[in-house]
């Protein structure tokens, strides 16, 4: 289907590395929200204060040490640059209101992407098998392409994904909890 040993030649990768990719990517798809929470988390009280940073470059520092542990050098630097590229548009185009709904959404719509590929391709259970498939070009070139493409359609900035407010239900479940 794919050229797959012309791409890999082109982008310098074996196959075993665009396994190495995807599995960072799974690691970036589910690290990203919680990290972020905590960064945007507004505590009152001084030792929320304490915990929200602690909280925030501890997790962090895991992931970090996590992809560098696993992958050296160079899934630090794919840990960053997937990190980047996979939410680039949630960094660029934050608004303050309803950021933990375009957080939510991207979240979302990046994990579905993700397994919904993962289906397609049958891939192996387990990412950290993919190394061993050969449709793992394919499913990498798809995947990531589908995050541009949902990015330069703005999916995200819909008026239906606007008029969702996320802090507003959470706050609501909070109250129903306290009662």
Not at 52 to 64: N, Q, T
Not at 148 to 175: A, P, S, T
């Amino acid at each position: 289907m794919f050229p797959s040993s012309s791409l890999t030649k082109f982008l310098a990768l074996s196959r075993t590395q665009l396994g190495d990719l995807m599995e960072i990517e799974f690691i970036v798809i589910h690290s990203f929200p919680f990290i972020v929470m905590f960064y945007f988390w507004k505590p009152e009280k001084k030792w929320h204060r304490v915990g929200r940073v602690i909280a925030f470059w501890g997790l962090l520092g895991l992931y970090i040490m996590m992809t560098s542990q696993t992958y050296g050098f160079w899934g630090l630097a794919v840990f960053c640059g997937l990190t980047m590229t996979t939410y680039i548009g949630f960094l660029l185009r934050i608004t303050s209101p309803k950021r933990l709904t375009q957080l939510f959404v991207r979240w979302g719509l990046n994990f579905v992407i993700f397994i919904f590929f993962a289906i397609i391709f049958d891939m192996p259970k387990g990412v950290d098998k993919w190394h061993y498939s050969n449709d793992v070009i394919a499913y990498g070139v798809l995947y990531f392409t589908s995050l541009g493409l949902v990015e330069i359609m703005g999916f995200y900035q819909l008026k239906w994904i606007e008029k969702i407010d996320i802090e507003k239900i959470i706050q609501q479940g909070n109250r129903r909890n306290n009662t």
